[in-house]
């Protein structure tokens, strides 16, 4: 009987997840091009790919850890050419939105991987940022983009990055920080971040995923981020735990990612359930779900079942969630009515 007990309660939690607004914070654009669409940009811009077909592909992503990835993620990108496969791809993202019930996301994009091969900058933008407008006015989907720089990069790269988003600011709210981050620290960025501050951009960096606890403190101390991405590392420091709890600072975690990046060997070791009991803003992310296997929806249903997340734990992280934005109060407010109509909804369910 408990067995047959614990099945109803994870179709109800699988039926709670598939209905909940969603907010999605980490999501790197170049990271949801999935194989099919690799190939048919291929064919349009006439890349050579170095994999014989989508099988192919996907027996590629059996990654050893992240720079493994990067070395994929990397080449996939050179079939990004124009402004239409920018389009192509963000639109792609936007219906993957629509389906798992996304109402907001923050995107990043990592303009030197394409401006470092002679795509223009403007190209880019202009791509993602249409396809983002279209989500708006078709699907209502809010959304915010944000420029990474590519930490394995130089900090004189950054800055020659940063001035060319200057002329874009009404399209991009902040930036980033991500790329390999073992021996690349955050303190290498800090003039890059005080700049991006001084010209109105707010800041995020990825910290505490292969890196140490204390690139989150550099994170937090010298770029000054209002979110750390990932940060799932933060638990070897116990005083940055309180920290990150007393100054409820987000952590925007991606739990299949951390496991197909070997940062964790199983989901049931994540660390996500034990950051949300100690008080911590976590939210649930899919990093580069074309890569990782699922994008947030499959992210939360997976992470459940894995660690035995409850209703209220769903609850919190979608607030969190909201929380940690960058919308307006307004638009928190609304997104906050529509957690509390399918929160009774989720209750009634399991009543």
């Not at 907010?23 to 940009?41: D, K, Y």
């Not at 070395?71 to 050419?81: F, K, S």
């Not at 996500?272 to 939360?300: E, M, R, W």
């Amino acid at each position: 009987m408990r067995g047959i007990a614990m099945i109803g309660i994870a179709v109800m939690h699988e039926s709670a997840i598939a209905r909940m607004p969603k907010v999605e914070l980490h999501l790197h654009i170049e990271g949801s091009l999935e194989p099919e669409l690799m190939f048919a940009l291929a064919k349009r811009n006439d890349v050579e790919l170095p994999y014989a077909s989508i099988e192919e592909v996907r027996a590629a992503y059996d990654f050893s850890n992240l720079q493994s990835f990067l070395d994929i993620y990397y080449a996939g990108a050179l079939v990004l050419q124009t402004e239409q496969d920018f389009y192509d791809l963000t639109w792609a993202y936007m219906e993957r939105c629509q389906a798992d019930k996304v109402r907001h996301t923050e995107i990043f994009f990592d303009a030197q991987t394409h401006t470092d091969r002679g795509v223009a900058f403007e190209t880019v933008v202009k791509g993602i940022t249409r396809a983002l407008s279209d989500g708006r006015e078709r699907m209502g989907i809010s959304s915010h983009l944000i420029l990474c720089f590519l930490r394995h990069l130089s900090a004189e790269a950054a800055m020659t990055t940063l001035e060319q988003a200057l002329p874009y600011r009404d399209h991009i709210i902040g930036v980033g920080l991500d790329s390999s981050e073992k021996g690349h620290p955050p303190e290498k960025f800090t003039e890059v971040f005080d700049r991006a501050r001084g010209e109105g951009f707010l800041t995020v960096a990825h910290a505490g995923e292969e890196g140490p606890a204390a690139y989150i403190e550099q994170a937090l101390d010298l770029l000054k981020v209002q979110r750390i991405d990932h940060g799932v590392r933060c638990v070897e420091d116990p005083l940055l735990v309180r920290r990150l709890q007393k100054e409820q600072i987000p952590l925007t975690v991606c739990p299949l990612s951390n496991v197909r990046l070997r940062v964790f060997d199983r989901l049931a070791d994540h660390n996500l359930k034990h950051l949300l009991d100690a008080g911590l803003c976590v939210t649930v992310n899919s990093d580069d779900p074309a890569y990782f296997g699922g994008y947030i929806g499959q992210n939360l249903l997976e992470t459940t079942r894995a660690l035995n997340l409850d209703l209220d734990d769903l609850e919190r992280l979608a607030r969190n969630a909201v929380t940690a934005s960058f919308l307006d109060d307004g638009g928190k407010e609304d997104l906050m009515i529509q957690i509390d109509q399918w929160r009774e909804q989720a209750g009634q369910g399991c009543g």
